[in-house]
């Protein structure tokens, strides 16, 4: 239904000043936002009109109105008026990222620590799936007769180790030959691409070593397992416990939910590509009435490959927080293609 350009600009200044002020908002107050150019009778009426179609509500009779989620959701998508970042916010989020630009779990961390602090709100973030990354270097360390360590090193940067136990006890040389035969197998291929049935095929290749070697491609096949898969990384939920929209019964189930990184992990995947805002009505979860996520995927070679966002109250100011929050994306993507060696357009440089 549309609404029509006066209404549409009643609601917009209904819903900043509620933005800005969390109380509220009147017709007086709307016809000075409005520069007087629209009578108070006029706006009342509209606003009556607005609440009966689910736009605003007034929480007492003599109180001004407030707008609902619907009305947020209508503000975000087609009347709210974004603001550019300006030049030293960038340079400060491009100084921040290039600081750490050799450690990619480390430049997550890092930009959602930032994230959190630059908009008073819970941030949210995931490591890069590692699936689009290539296999660099395998190692594997004896630490005892029975026991070592294997490392696997990916193009974008990431380091994983695993510890494995043997059942009877295993030479240097059989360690040596292990880890050669895993660098010819695997090194330069995608992640992505190590199946099940190609370590277990390796057993022939070890030759006498292959039986004692099992549990060590065992151990190595979890450990492109794990380093395939995204950590959720969560920086200041405290902030929530501060915020006036939420008491502290209603903060402390939430960061109860945010907490549970499987779950949270769960709610991210289901978030479309790009940059959303998401209503905690729209989630199902009773934990989230009230919360809104604005999230946006980051991308490597062009695919996308996590997630960066803030958590926080239905009043937020999302023209301010939406940009912000797609340049930390923007920034991201482009320090893990190079670390990656990948072009803006997905080419290996």
Do not use: W
Not at 154 to 161: D, Q
Not at 189 to 218: F, R
Not at 340 to 346: A, K, L, Q, R, V
């Amino acid at each position: 239904m549309q609404l029509g350009t006066r209404k549409e600009s009643i609601l917009a200044a209904t819903v900043d000043m509620y933005i800005r002020t969390g109380e509220p908002v009147g017709s007086k107050t709307i016809e000075k936002m409005l520069n007087n150019t629209v009578s108070s009778a006029t706006i009342r009426n509209d606003m009556a009109e607005l609440s009966a179609m689910g736009y605003l509500e007034q929480p007492h009779t003599s109180a001004g109105r407030i707008p609902t989620a619907a009305a947020f959701r209508l503000y975000i998508d087609h009347l709210m008026n974004r603001r550019n970042l300006s030049e030293k916010v960038c340079r400060n989020i491009d100084g921040l990222l290039k600081s750490v630009a050799d450690d990619p779990e480390r430049l997550i961390d890092e930009a959602s620590q930032a994230l959190a602090e630059s908009t008073g709100f819970a941030a949210v973030t995931t490591t890069p799936s590692g699936q689009s990354a290539e296999v660099k270097k395998i190692e594997v360390i004896p630490i005892s007769p029975r026991a070592a360590v294997l490392f696997l090193v990916t193009s974008c940067g990431l380091i994983r180790t695993k510890v494995c136990r043997f059942d009877q006890e295993i030479g240097s040389q059989a360690l040596e030959i292990l880890a050669k035969v895993l660098n010819e197998y695997f090194c330069g291929g995608l992640l992505a691409d190590i199946g099940l049935p190609q370590v277990q095929s390796m057993v022939a290749s070890l030759g006498e070593y292959g039986l004692a070697c099992v549990p060590a491609l065992t151990a190595f096949y979890q450990l492109v397992q794990e380093t395939a898969e995204s950590e959720v990384l969560l920086k200041g939920q405290l902030n929530l416990l501060k915020h006036p929209d939420y008491d502290p019964v209603r903060a402390g189930k939430l960061i109860d939910f945010l907490t549970r990184g499987e779950t949270l992990a769960d709610l991210l995947s289901a978030i479309p590509k790009g940059l959303n805002v998401v209503f905690g009505s729209e989630c199902k979860r009773p934990e989230l009435d009230g919360t809104s996520l604005i999230v946006s995927q980051y991308n490597t070679g062009g695919r996308p490959d996590g997630y960066i966002g803030i958590i926080g109250p239905l009043r937020m100011d999302y023209a301010a927080a939406i940009p912000l929050i797609e340049y930390f994306a923007t920034s991201i993507g482009k320090i893990l293609d190079e670390m990656m060696g990948i072009n803006s357009d997905g080419s290996e440089k």
